[in-house]
């Protein structure tokens, strides 16, 4: 399944966590922002310029998310997760600078994550996400071990200085186009 397809389904609530954001992606986010209670999409990135450089995400989304949701900038951020609604999975993010994103989608890349690694992602990921966990469980057992747990990554909300920096640095050394740089990995000139 399209992790878009996973988000625009959403009626509670939407945790994305990976080195960067696609276009369809973001516009997925942004939709289900508009309907689901505020706070209730938490998003957690890697925006710096190396991360678009490697084909991570597209810089175009993330500005554009950005003036939806709060966005998390973690740096160095190399995992991925999706959770909606308590239904999580972990996946590997595709470097378009090193792999067509077609060819990941032949083989496998995600695996599903059971109810409690749901659970501990969720708590551990950010204050934000913590906090949707605690609005969203389902018993008093539950609520005590959420509390406890302590978010391994600390809250770094993106400044706007952070998106005109990386957007003035591709302005001056424009990104590579990802097709040609995967045929000159690959020795196909």
């Known amino acids: 399944m399209k ?3 996973l988000i625009e389904n959403a009626t509670e609530s939407v945790k994305y966590a990976a080195p960067g954001v696609r276009l369809e992606v973001d516009g997925a986010l942004i939709r289900v922002s508009e309907h689901l209670s505020e706070g209730m999409v ?3 990135l890697d925006v710096c310029e190396q991360s ?3 084909g991570f ?3 175009e989304a993330v500005t554009k998310l950005n003036n939806f949701v709060v966005i998390n900038n973690i740096p160095n951020l190399r995992f991925a997760l999706i959770i909606v609604d308590g239904e999580g999975y972990s996946f590997s993010p595709t470097a378009l600078y090193l792999e067509s994103e077609q ?3 032949l083989g496998f890349n995600a695996i599903k994550l059971t109810g409690q690694q749901v659970q501990e992602a969720t708590t551990r990921l950010s204050p934000a996400a913590k906090a949707i966990a605690l609005a969203t469980c389902v018993n ?3 609520r005590e071990k959420i509390a406890a747990t302590i978010p391994e990554i600390p809250n770094n909300p993106l400044e706007q ?3 005109k920096l990386i957007d003035s640095s591709i302005k001056n050394n424009p ?3 990802f097709d040609v740089t995967q045929k000159i990995a690959k020795g196909s000139f």
Do not use: D, N, P, Y
């Open 52 to 54: 678009i450089r490697m």
């Open 140 to 142: 008093e057992e539950q």
């Open 57 to 59: 995400g597209a810089f």
């Open 3 to 5: 992790i878009s397809s």
């Open 161 to 163: 200085e952070e998106i």
């Open 175 to 177: 990104l590579v186009k």
């Open 42 to 44: 938490t998003v957690c």
């Open 103 to 105: 060819s990941t989608s």
